[in-house]
């Protein structure tokens, strides 16, 4: 059993656990905060120290988010991998739910693609004082037309 303030030889600090796991180390704290995942242990001096385990925890998240996971699914996601049943249903509905927020995004990109590609247009064939790609920006008219 360990003494309060002492910790395993296997226990990181938050410096070694973010280089491990390829995270920054404000980005542990910030997951500390907020209950994403915080170390079970901390040192006499109160630092936070992270077992292995904490760190494949953020390596999955690292990677639930580099898919685009916002901070609500990777907590989902974790939790579903960490339960010894790993519901798998559960496990796509959350990434089909997200499949329909990227493919949102995208259609939006592709409405403002459009319009700038026709503004730019608009500037190439004009002459004169009047750019229609600064009237877009100061009046937003074609941004309400989509």
């Given at each position: 059993?360990?003494?309060?303030?002492?910790?395993?030889?296997?226990?990181?600090?938050?410096?070694?656990?973010?280089?491990?796991?390829?995270?920054?180390?404000?980005?542990?704290?910030?997951?500390?905060?907020?209950?994403?995942?915080?170390?079970?242990?901390?040192?006499?001096?109160?630092?936070?120290?992270?077992?292995?385990?904490?760190?494949?925890?953020?390596?999955?998240?690292?990677?639930?988010?580099?898919?685009?996971?916002?901070?609500?699914?990777?907590?989902?996601?974790?939790?579903?991998?960490?339960?010894?049943?790993?519901?798998?249903?559960?496990?796509?509905?959350?990434?089909?739910?997200?499949?329909?927020?990227?493919?949102?995004?995208?259609?939006?990109?592709?409405?403002?693609?459009?319009?700038?590609?026709?503004?730019?247009?608009?500037?190439?064939s004009g002459h004169g004082p009047d750019c229609?790609?600064?009237?877009e920006l100061e009046d937003g008219d074609s941004?309400?037309?989509?």
């Amino acid at each position: 059993m360990k003494n309060e303030g002492s910790f395993d030889l296997e226990e990181l600090t938050i410096a070694k656990a973010a280089k491990a796991s390829g995270l920054p180390v404000k980005t542990l704290r910030y997951y500390d905060d907020i209950g994403l995942l915080r170390p079970k242990h901390r040192s006499a001096a109160g630092y936070r120290l992270y077992s292995p385990a904490d760190v494949r925890k953020l390596a999955f998240i690292q990677r639930a988010r580099s898919f685009g996971f916002g901070i609500d699914a990777c907590r989902d996601l974790l939790s579903l991998q960490q339960s010894g049943q790993r519901d798998r249903k559960e496990v796509r509905n959350i990434a089909e739910r997200h499949l329909d927020e990227i493919e949102e995004k995208l259609a939006a990109l592709m409405g403002l693609k459009r319009q700038l590609e026709g503004l730019i247009d608009e500037c190439r064939s004009g002459h004169g004082p009047d750019c229609p790609i600064l009237s877009e920006l100061e009046d937003g008219d074609s941004l309400n037309r989509q």
